[in-house]
């Protein structure tokens, strides 16, 4: 259980209405998929109420439509230059997490900057696991960054897809709920003096600093993108089995701090 100052939440979604769940979440009708992916179960941890599942067929990637993920926008409020987006990830006992995969993020501006397509207009900080279950932060943000930026342990620096910023900072475990949390405070334009702060499991595991999300102020950070599958864009990212990926307790709040977790 968290607890916020009543202030401080901007949107919290903890209930799933199994018989539309885009709907349940407000998701802008016209940029979601799920393909039989997405459903309302019992928590596989035991726990009480129910949560979203992700389902991805063994050998299904982003680049198969079909039981390949799930993907769709929320926008929470009015426009904001800081977020904090919180929520609980579950992969299933034993889980092979292959290459990588995304998961749920925040976006800004127009929805749109995912799968390597750019925009001075979008901007979006969704997750990534990798190998062994190694997080990171996943940006589609201006390539003009700080010097020094890119040569970063655990920063990728990607022309034709997304940044990868600190690659191994964190490990996702499977038959477990973790928690995780990203701040993001967008940039004076023409400063690059943005920064993203991470949290998994109440610890601190990524500050990173002098960042450049954005070119105009204009550009601001909207609410969740939520986007989990397998992938990359090649078999090679493909799940070797079955795999399940279980979420609950969406949070978007105001602050840069940790929610407080009790109980």
Request: charged letters at 20%; one cysteine or more.
């Amino acid at each position: 259980m968290r607890t916020f100052s009543i202030s401080d939440i901007l949107w919290h979604k903890n209930t799933f209405n199994s018989q539309n769940i885009h709907d349940g979440f407000h998701a802008i009708p016209n940029l979601q998929y799920n393909e039989g992916s997405l459903s309302v179960v019992k928590d596989p941890a035991g726990g009480h109420g129910d949560v979203i599942r992700i389902y991805i067929k063994k050998g299904h990637y982003n680049g198969i439509h079909d039981h390949r993920g799930a993907q769709f926008y929320t926008k929470v409020g009015s426009p904001r230059d800081s977020m904090t987006l919180t929520y609980d990830v579950y992969f299933q006992k034993g889980l092979d997490f292959v290459k990588g995969g995304k998961l749920p993020g925040l976006y800004g501006g127009d929805p749109g900057c995912s799968g390597g397509r750019h925009s001075h207009d979008c901007l979006s900080t969704r997750f990534m696991w990798r190998p062994h279950g190694d997080g990171e932060m996943y940006a589609y943000m201006p390539a003009d960054q700080a010097n020094g930026f890119c040569d970063k342990k655990g920063n990728d620096c990607n022309d034709a897809y997304g940044i990868s910023i600190g690659r191994g900072s964190w490990r996702f475990r499977t038959g477990q709920w973790d928690t995780i949390s990203q701040h993001i405070h967008l940039n004076s334009p023409g400063h690059k003096d943005g920064y993203a702060i991470v949290w998994h499991n109440g610890k601190k595991v990524l500050d990173v600093r002098n960042v450049n999300f954005r070119e105009h102020s204009n550009l601001k950070l909207e609410g969740l993108y939520f986007s989990v599958f397998f992938g990359g864009g090649s078999s090679a990212w493909a799940p070797t089995a079955d795999s399940h990926i279980y979420f609950r307790n969406f949070i978007i709040s105001k602050e840069s701090h940790l929610p407080h977790l009790v109980g």
